[in-house]
């Protein structure tokens, strides 16, 4: 029996590589795709690359770093600093990247239709949707619908962890058996993770909240 083929956008974080390792266990036939749109943090694709390795997974590194000249306006590509402090900061959304899942996912489908997978996995959660409006349910439904008519073959947009926080998702990879010493999830790409901005807080909340250690080393 051929096994259903699906594609992982798989960043390298926390949160993509728990829904990667969860996807691989249900027994899809998976290929990755992680992409380097020019972020600070671009250290996670590196991370991404030796995951894929280990699993034993397909997976295509894209750049696409050249569309950070249209969006530097978000802290994450741009020459502003990226903000300390919870996602629910105001000075948060200094990190959003304009349309950068519609982006993300057009080229996911485009890259599903092409080798006949029928889903494209992405790991939106209920902890972006203060921030970040392509992580929202609505954009979530939309584009599953456009996903739906954009190609002759029908792929459809998955995302298990829409509505699970950062806490309800490691506490899933943990039952899974899953360690996270090979994730990255700091927007600052240094050799240690800053411990101070949004993605870090977020993390080690989620951590302290599952009573366990993060096994990544911190500057703090």
Same mark, same amino acid.
């Given at each position: 029996m051929t096994q259903e083929k699906a594609v992982v956008i798989y960043s390298g974080g926390m949160d993509s590589f728990t829904l990667l390792n969860k996807v691989v266990k249900e027994g899809y036939d998976v290929y990755a795709l992680t992409f380097n749109y020019g972020q600070k943090h671009v250290k996670e694709v590196e991370v991404a690359k030796t995951v894929c390795q280990q699993l034993n997974v397909p997976?295509?590194?894209?750049?696409?770093?050249?569309?950070? $000249?249209?969006?530097?306006?978000?802290?994450?590509?741009? +020459?502003?600093? #990226? /903000? $300390?402090?919870h996602y629910e900061a105001e000075n948060?959304? +200094?990190?959003? #990247? /304009?349309?950068?899942?519609?982006?993300?996912?057009?080229?996911?489908?485009?890259?599903?239709?092409?080798?006949?997978?029928?889903?494209?996995?992405?790991?939106?959660?209920?902890?972006?949707?203060?921030?970040?409006?392509?992580?929202?349910?609505?954009?979530?439904?939309?584009?599953?619908?456009?996903?739906?008519?954009a190609n002759y073959e029908h792929v459809s947009i998955e995302t298990p962890y829409l509505n699970s926080s950062k806490g309800e998702i490691l506490k899933d990879g943990l039952s899974m058996g899953l360690s996270y010493e090979h994730t990255w999830t700091c927007y600052n790409g240094r050799e240690k993770a800053c411990g101070k901005c949004g993605a870090c807080v977020e993390r080690l909340e989620a951590f302290e909240e599952n009573q366990a250690t993060d096994p990544l080393a911190y500057e703090i």
């Open positions: 997976h295509k590194i894209l750049d696409i770093s050249p569309i950070n $000249e249209l969006m530097q306006s978000s802290s994450l590509v741009g +020459s502003e600093e #990226v /903000p $300390e402090g948060m959304k +200094s990190t959003v #990247v /304009p349309n950068r899942n519609m982006i993300l996912l057009s080229l996911a489908i485009g890259y599903a239709v092409d080798i006949k997978a029928s889903k494209v996995y992405y790991g939106a959660h209920s902890g972006d949707h203060a921030i970040y409006p392509d992580c929202r349910p609505e954009f979530v439904h939309a584009m599953n619908a456009v996903a739906g008519i």
